[in-house]
């Protein structure tokens, strides 16, 4: 079982560029998130979705756009990548079985490496 | 404004001694709490949790108390491993909506 995936492990993009980060899951989890990880900052949300088909805004969502087409893909959109989105991107799933303890347990990616140039 | 916060970004502790690692919280709205802890070039893993109705959880070297009023939780390891060396986050729930807060992170590193 792979977990979640993410692509590609790393990055460089010029500024003004536009740029995919993938994530897939083979978990089945209803409950998708990006965060980015920045020193000194931990762990930032940038938007998630509860179930396929919804999307939501999280703590630093400007710059980003999401889609939710399937269960399984969470793609991360940067339309005009500037130099302060370099950062560290997990993308993280959760089971969200409702009334359960352990909707709030996310299971995260490896990660993906972006530096803005 | 940080919700959450590890206010000490790093601790070192000799192999065999407790590591305790603290989180402050201000949302007296938050009712599940989490660590996780991170390799390098890892994904972060969940380690342990505690919802706040209980004030102490136990999962084997690790043991997380929670102190409501004083909107503190912290996070014990006993004895400490070498492989215990880590980035740990502390996280808090945001309503029941799924969605975790975490806090900046503390960087333990474990001597052997």
């Known amino acids: 079982i792979a977990g979640i995936t993410q692509a590609p492990t790393s990055q460089i993009l010029a500024a003004g560029r536009r740029m995919t980060l993938r994530c897939t899951q083979d978990m089945r989890h209803n409950a998708m998130y990006w965060y980015r990880q920045d020193l000194g900052l931990g762990l930032r949300l940038i938007h998630y979705s509860n179930t396929a088909g919804t999307t939501g805004k999280g703590e630093v969502p400007d710059g980003y756009s999401v889609s939710r087409a399937n269960t399984d893909d969470f793609p991360l959109t940067l339309a005009s990548a500037v130099p302060s989105q370099t950062s560290v991107y997990f993308c993280?799933?959760?089971?969200?079985?409702?009334?359960?303890?352990?909707?709030?347990?996310?299971?995260f990616g490896p990660g993906t490496r972006l530096t803005v140039t | 404004d940080q919700q959450v916060k590890q206010n000490s970004p790093s601790l070192s502790v000799q192999e065999g001694r407790i590591s305790i690692l603290n989180c402050d919280y201000t949302?007296?709205?938050?009712?599940?709490f989490l660590w996780y802890k991170k390799y390098p070039a890892e994904g972060p893993t969940f380690l342990i949790s505690?919802?706040?109705?209980?004030d102490k959880n136990e999962d084997g070297r690790f043991t997380v108390f929670l102190n409501k009023s004083a909107k503190h939780l912290s996070l014990h390891i006993v004895p400490s491993q070498p492989g215990d060396s880590a980035v740990y986050f502390c996280?808090?729930?945001?309503?029941?909506?799924?969605?975790?807060?975490f806090g900046q992170g503390t960087t333990l590193q474990v001597k052997p």
């Open positions: 996280a808090a729930n945001s309503g029941n909506t799924g969605k975790l807060i």
């Open positions: 993280a799933s959760s089971d969200g079985a409702s009334g359960e303890s352990e909707v709030y347990e996310q299971y």
């Open positions: 949302n007296s709205m938050f009712d599940y």
């Open positions: 505690i919802s706040s109705i209980k």
